[in-house]
C-alpha cells in the first residue's frame, strides 16, 4: 500500500519562509503527477502547484513568484518552496500523487501552515 507523508507546515510571520515536504512510501509505486492543494477554513480545496515526472510545472495565479515547486524522483519526494508568505496563505496544504502502478489518485493526511500578520 503507498501513502503519502507530508512534513514541514508550521506558523510563520508574513513575509517569512516555509518549506513542505511530501514522500511517497510503500511498495507498487510508479508515481506520475505530483501537487500541492489547499484548503482555507469555509473555502474550497484549490490546487497551488503541480509537476510532472518531466519536470513540467503549473501554478495558481496567486502564488506565482512566491511559490516554486519541485521533485526528487529517486525519493518519490515533491517540495514546495514558499516564500512571501501571507496571511491568505494560510490553509491545510494536502500533497496528491497519481500513482500509475495502480491508477490510484493519493492524498497525504494535511500540514497546516499559518502566516500572522
Known amino acids: 500500500q503507498v501513502q503519502l507523508v507530508e512534513s514541514g507546515g508550521g506558523l510563520v510571520q508574513a513575509g517569512g519562509s516555509l518549506r513542505l515536504s511530501c514522500a511517497a512510501s510503500?511498495?507498487?509505486?510508479?508515481?506520475?503527477?505530483m501537487g500541492w492543494h489547499r484548503q482555507a477554513p469555509g473555502k474550497q480545496r484549490e490546487l497551488v502547484a503541480a509537476?510532472?515526472?518531466?519536470?513540467?510545472?503549473k501554478y495558481a495565479d496567486s502564488v506565482k513568484g512566491r511559490f516554486t515547486i519541485s521533485r526528487d524522483n529517486a525519493k518519490n519526494t515533491v517540495y514546495l518552496q514558499m516564500n512571501s508568505l501571507k496571511p491568505e496563505d494560510t490553509a491545510v496544504y494536502y500533497c496528491?500523487?497519481?500513482?500509475?502502478?495502480?491508477?490510484?489518485?493519493?492524498w497525504g493526511q494535511g500540514t497546516q501552515v499559518t502566516v500572522s500578520s
Open positions: 510503500g511498495t507498487g509505486v510508479n508515481i506520475n503527477a
Open positions: 509537476i510532472t515526472s518531466g519536470g513540467s510545472t
Open positions: 496528491n500523487a497519481l500513482n500509475m502502478a495502480t491508477m490510484t489518485d493519493l
